[in-house]
């Protein structure tokens, strides 16, 4: 898939082409999941954030292990650090 992909991406530069999909469809995906990745930046509680995007992202509860969920708090703090700066 991954080949496939960046295949794509020599003839395109328009992101959903690259990944092989509608841009109605990309479009209701990306709306979906930045819905969901905004609920779990509200949490603010960093180590509780870190674990739901790591869920979120596909890792099972036994491949969690600590050095992913500090690279989970990392990305979080920086997320809603940035959000706050927008504001």
């Known amino acids: 898939m991954i080949d496939e992909m960046?295949?794509?991406a020599k003839k395109s530069k328009v992101i959903y082409e690259?990944?092989?999909l509608s841009k109605d469809e990309y479009d209701r995906l990306f709306r979906q999941?930045?819905?969901e990745f905004n609920s779990i930046v509200k949490t603010r509680r960093f180590v509780e954030a870190s674990i739901k995007?790591?869920?979120w992202l596909g890792f099972d509860e036994s491949k969690i292990d600590l050095e992913k969920l500090?690279?989970?708090v990392v990305v979080m703090k920086v997320v809603v650090r940035e959000n706050k700066r927008k504001k």
Request: hydrophobic residues 45%; glycine residues 14%.
């Open 6 to 8: 960046l295949e794509r």
């Open 18 to 20: 690259i990944l092989g």
């Open 33 to 35: 999941y930045l819905e």
């Open 53 to 55: 995007l790591l869920r």
């Open 70 to 72: 500090i690279k989970g």
